[in-house]
């Protein structure tokens, strides 16, 4: 992560020299300037999103939008859990009433 994002864009857009250049397999050649930094600075600093994107997902740093993810996922689990609890008990109590 870059310290100040902002000049560091602007290096990259009037300085040619940091631009790298891969060559494909077939043949192409692709330039990487500015696009070394903007890529990775949004896990980082989710800031830098909401030129694009408003939304509140794009607010969260990216450990907070994992967590939340995660939470919600054992929430569902724990109530497939109950779910599979009721049937099995539901269909031993025919057994249990003889």
Do not use: W
């Not at 989710?46 to 939340?68: C, F, I, R, W, Y």
């Not at 609890?85 to 025919?94: A, D, E, G, Q, R």
């Amino acid at each position: 992560m870059f310290t100040d994002y902002s000049s560091e864009m602007k290096q990259f857009k009037t300085n040619a020299a940091l631009t790298q250049f891969y060559s494909l397999p077939d043949g192409q050649t692709v330039d990487v300037s500015s696009e070394m930094i903007s890529t990775a600075e949004p896990l980082f600093n989710p800031e830098t999103l909401l030129g694009a994107d408003d939304t509140v997902a794009s607010q969260l740093p990216m450990h907070k939008l994992v967590n939340n993810a995660f939470r919600r996922l054992i929430i569902i689990i724990i109530i497939i859990i109950i779910i599979i609890i009721i049937i099995i008990i539901k269909s031993l109590l025919p057994c249990l009433c003889i």
